[in-house]
């Protein structure tokens, strides 16, 4: 079946630092890839998406690019602040006839002043 | 636009007890995904119901049930609880037959079982 593998964490970074969290996707057909980002105490947002090849998904300096080839969708933040302190998961859609999302297991990043 | 609710935010149950979940998804989405997460499993799929129906139902015991209203508002329920059950339970709502379109999650009942 479809499965999501994140790299373990927590990632633990200083303020400026680049952030990459790597995501790989197992899935027959074409799927659609996110990045939803959990703070605290709260339910998941979206951060950004990608629904086919080459598409790549942007929001809040964050980026990811769909790769069919390597079939990935790592996460990457050019300069990572305090508040970017968050849980990540990477998931897929495997159509567009559902809403059932397959989440890889999470990376807590931490970064630190 | 309002977003997706869920009630109660909280709950604490006794173990062979019984529970129910509410969840209202964003006006005009008929699709209601359920999600258990804890830390040692993650985020795993229960079911998702679109117009009333069950499409998909993932790995968990038949404790586990829900159900959609013709509004789309949906209920999640769970028999004869075990302390395993404690966890967050997230639903989250989606416009289907769109391939750019998101699921929005609404902020979890926190569930515990003692």
């Known amino acids: 079946g479809d499965s999501v593998t994140q790299m373990e964490g927590p990632v633990t970074l200083s303020e400026e630092a680049f952030l990459t969290i790597n995501c790989t996707y197992t899935?027959?057909?074409?799927?659609?890839l996110f990045w939803y980002v959990q703070y605290p105490g709260e339910g998941l947002q979206l951060l950004l998406k990608?629904?086919?090849?080459?598409d790549k998904g942007s929001n809040k300096g964050f980026e990811a690019t769909y790769r069919k080839e390597t079939t990935s969708f790592h996460l990457e933040k050019g300069s990572v602040q305090v508040s970017d302190s968050a849980v990540y998961f990477c998931?897929?859609?495997?159509?567009?006839?559902?809403?059932?999302?397959?989440f890889g297991q999470g990376t807590t990043l931490q970064v630190k002043p | 636009k309002a977003g997706v609710t869920q009630t109660p935010r909280y709950l604490i149950k006794t173990r062979g007890q019984q529970v129910t979940l509410s969840c209202s998804p964003i006006?005009?989405?008929?699709?209601v995904s359920w999600y258990q997460q804890t830390p040692g499993q993650g985020l795993q799929f229960l079911f998702e119901?679109?117009?009333?129906?069950?499409?998909n139902k993932g790995n968990f015991p038949g404790r586990f049930s829900g159900r959609q209203f013709s509004n789309s508002r949906s209920e999640m329920n769970v028999s004869t609880l075990e302390l395993g059950d404690s966890a967050l339970y997230l639903c989250?709502?989606?416009?289907?037959?769109?391939?750019?379109?998101?699921?929005?999650f609404g902020q979890g009942t926190r569930l515990t079982v003692v």
């Open positions: 989250a709502s989606s416009f289907i037959g769109d391939p750019n379109t998101e699921a929005f």
């Open positions: 899935a027959t057909g074409y799927p659609s």
């Open positions: 990608a629904t086919k090849a080459d």
């Open positions: 998931a897929l859609r495997s159509g567009s006839n559902t809403g059932k999302l397959i």
């Open positions: 006006s005009g989405h008929r699709s």
């Open positions: 119901y679109f117009s009333e129906t069950q499409r």
